[in-house]
Nanobody
């Protein structure tokens, strides 16, 4: 069974940076597309970014494009999300999710494996 664990969240001032990590165990990530989602209080969970199995196809939501960078290291069974120029509206619980084979998707129900989430708070 694939298990995902996120880390790297915290409190940061506007304009600051954080790097989130999603580490997998139980199975290798090679056959999984991995996405980051976020959910703010009172809002629906939304896709932030996704990286394909090989890393050659990457998706970003318009709200984070140019500020966030997703990367993966299959040898380390890990996917990172570098978040720069953070804004208060980036405040949310961030989740990583894995989808076996197929392709990246921005739909929650396409992903069968989820981490527990990590809180990101952007505030002065």
């Amino acid at each position: 069974q694939l298990q995902l664990v996120e880390s790297g969240g915290g409190l940061v001032q506007p304009g600051g940076s954080l790097r989130l990590s999603c580490v997998a165990s139980g199975r290798t990530l090679d056959n999984y597309n991995v996405a980051w989602f976020r959910q703010a209080p009172g809002r629906e969970r939304e896709a932030v970014s996704c990286i394909s199995r090989s890393g050659t196809s990457i998706y970003y939501s318009d709200s984070v494009k140019g500020r966030f960078t997703i990367s993966r290291d299959n040898a380390k069974n890990r996917v990172d999300l570098q978040m720069n120029s953070l804004k208060p509206e980036d405040t949310a619980v961030y989740y990583c999710a894995a989808r076996f084979l197929n392709a990246c998707s921005d739909l929650n129900d396409r992903y069968t494996k989820w981490g527990q989430g990590t809180q990101v708070t952007v505030s002065s």
